[in-house]
Antibody, heavy 118, light 107 residues
Framework: QVQLVQSGAEMKKPGASVKVSCKAS????????MHWVRQAPGQRLEWMGW????????KYSQNFHDRVTITSDTSASTAYMELSSLRSEDTAIYYC???????????WGQGTLVTVSS | SYELTQPPSVSVSPGQTARITCSGD??????AYWYQQKPAQAPVLVIY???ERPSGIPNRLSGSSSGTTITLTISGAQAEDEADYYC??????????FGGGTKLTVL
């Protein structure tokens, strides 16, 4: 069965960077775009960007002003999301989500809590 | 930037029908999706391609579309339907866009 397993919670200081991983299993990793979505406490879901592991193409939300980088390692079936220049407003749960290909097959990771505090 | 607009909250009595709307100028051009999110859980897809229901989702949840507005209808609401609901679509560049979320209270 399809599973997306994310790395554990992180605590970072303002100005630092964080890298969250998302290990996929149960399907052909290269065949599906992987999205990253975050949710600050009590706030809406916010899309950050995606990567096509098959060709490495990426697309990012303009809201992050070049602070986000999404990569993948097809040999490890793992996608990564790195967010730099962290500030307190980046405290959130970060999710990876496999693209649905316009179907009802929707899979999300369990979420990774990133806390930014001095 | 493109926005999807939802009411912040909707209340419904058990057994009654709740309707949650989502408005966006590009909705006639792109499919929309609905997610249900309960506290401390990841979102769960409940409607895809405007009106389709994934397997395992109760048929009391349904989706409809009319012009620039889509609607999630919960018929015969139950206590377990109490959750936050988010609509999601894409903008002209293919970026995902989420609505602000609607808190459904069943009381």
């Amino acid at each position: 069965q399809v599973q997306l397993v994310q790395s554990g919670a992180e605590m970072k200081k303002p100005g630092a960077s964080v890298k969250v991983s998302c290990k996929a299993s149960g399907y052909s990793f290269s065949a599906y775009t992987m999205h990253w979505v975050r949710q600050a406490p009590g706030q809406r879901l916010e899309w950050m960007g995606w990567i096509n592991p098959g060709n490495g193409n990426t697309k990012y939300s303009q809201n992050f002003h070049d602070r986000v980088t999404i990569t993948s390692d097809t040999s490890a079936s793992t996608a990564y999301m790195e967010l730099s220049s962290l500030r307190s407003e980046d405290t959130a749960i970060y999710y990876c989500a496999r693209d649905r290909h316009n179907s009802g097959e929707d899979y999300w990771g369990q979420g990774t809590l990133v806390t930014v505090s001095s | 930037s493109y926005e999807l607009t939802q009411p912040p909250s909707v209340s419904v009595s058990p057994g009654q029908t709740a309707r949650i709307t989502c408005s966006g100028d590009a909705l006639p051009k792109h499919y929309a999706y609905w997610y249900q999110q309960k506290p401390a859980q990841a979102p769960v897809l409940v409607i895809y391609k405007d009106t389709e229901r994934p397997s395992g989702i109760p048929n009391r949840l349904s989706g409809s579309s009319s012009g620039t507005t889509i609607t999630l209808t919960i018929s015969g609401a139950q206590a377990e339907d109490e959750a936050d609901y988010y609509c999601q679509s894409v903008d002209s560049s293919g970026a995902w866009v989420f609505g602000g979320g609607t808190k459904l209270t069943v009381l």
